[in-house]
């Protein structure tokens, strides 16, 4: 049988400029939104969080964007650096769930020299 | 500064073998989560508890348990390995706010 490769999606910026990852969420009812960073061989680390009742929240280098009307979330990360290079999730929590999170696919972040 | 600690980094392990993954968080959290990570799937949620001897299956619990005998401690279990189980595994914690991830384990099964 055929067998699909699925490919995670990619960004690539030159090194100085700025990055924005996105992601979209499916359920209404979350409340609490996390991104985090994986870097090769280690476990995600948290980056910034933001509750639904917010739309921006900011932290160094980085800001986090909520649009609930489109279920839409990103991550800007200013003057891009060679030590960004990684994979980011988005993370959803559902009001009530006892924080499972659900979890995005990841996206992947290249940096150009 | 917390910490979630994987037993080990990387283990190979026979088909058939009977596999214990550990994981020890020192924040007294109440929920504990193992993961499974392949390429291009993200995180999948395996069984998660969120209390000393609860456990919920996650979304693909099969072929594994768990347990949480003591509040810092959270075990994975693979009854009998098998090669589709092949994968990084992740042990993550939470209070009230964000997960913290341990450095995950690479378990290859031959």
């Known amino acids: 049988g055929e067998s699909v490769g699925l490919h995670l999606p990619t960004l690539s910026v030159q090194e100085g400029d700025n990055s924005i990852i996105n992601c979209a969420y499916s359920?209404?009812?979350?409340?609490?939104f996390i991104w985090y960073k994986q870097e090769s061989g280690k476990g995600p680390q948290f980056i910034i969080d933001?509750?639904?009742n917010m739309d921006k929240r900011q932290g160094q280098r980085v800001t986090v964007l909520l649009n609930k009307t489109v279920k839409h979330l990103s991550l800007q990360i200013a003057a891009t650096q060679p030590g960004d290079s990684a994979v980011y999730f988005c993370?959803?929590?559902?009001?009530?769930?006892?924080?499972?999170?659900?979890w995005g696919a990841g996206t992947k972040l290249i940096i150009k020299p | 500064d917390v910490k979630v600690t994987q037993s080990s980094r990387y283990l190979v392990k026979r088909t058939g073998e009977k596999v214990f993954l550990e994981c020890v968080q020192d924040?007294?959290?109440?929920?504990m989560f193992w993961y499974r990570q392949d390429p291009g799937l993200g995180l999948r949620l395996i069984y998660f508890?969120?209390?000393?001897?609860?456990?919920e299956k996650g979304d693909i619990p099969e072929g594994y348990s768990v347990s949480r005998e003591k509040k810092e401690r959270f075990s994975l279990i693979l009854e009998s390995a098998s090669t589709n189980q092949t994968s990084m595994y992740l042990c993550?914690?939470?209070?009230?706010?964000?997960?913290?991830f341990g450095q995950g384990t690479r378990l290859t099964v031959v």
């Open positions: 933001i509750r639904s």
């Open positions: 508890s969120y209390d000393v001897k609860m456990k």
């Open positions: 924040m007294d959290h109440e929920n």
């Open positions: 993370a959803e929590n559902i009001e009530g769930s006892n924080y499972q999170l659900i």
């Open positions: 993550a914690s939470t209070g009230q706010t964000e997960a913290f």
């Open positions: 359920n209404s009812a979350s409340d609490y």
